[in-house]
């Protein structure tokens, strides 16, 4: 199932050095949704989602990558190393 993300939390949020925490959107019912990055990394690898971000009306794929600390994160296919598209979405109010 494709699921739109649509906002993001980061802790601190404007600094860029510090991860997203959490990933979140907008069901078609008008329901609020936001999932930690540990989950939505999850759902993504077991098939369960895939993510996507909408980059001017063209949905853009949302992967999971390692960092070379061996850590986790989501990006888009769409971004070089930085996750730009990610990190751009608006802050996700607390659902």
């Known amino acids: 199932m494709a699921v739109r993300i ?3 939390n980061k802790d ?5 050095y510090h991860a997203i925490t959490h990933v979140g ?15 939505a990394i999850q759902a993504i690898e077991n098939n369960e989602y895939q993510f996507y971000v909408d980059v001017n009306n063209d ?12 850590h986790k994160y ?7 190393d930085r996750p730009n598209n990610l990190l751009s ?7």
């Open 6 to 8: 649509s906002c993001i």
């Open 12 to 16: 601190p949020r404007y600094d860029p």
């Open 25 to 39: 959107g907008i069901n078609p019912d008008g329901i609020r949704w936001r999932f930690p990055l540990a989950r």
């Open 59 to 70: 949905p853009i794929a949302v992967v999971v990558r390692i960092s070379p600390q061996g």
């Open 74 to 80: 989501l990006k888009t296919v769409a971004d070089g």
């Open 89 to 95: 979405l608006d802050e996700c109010r607390l659902v």
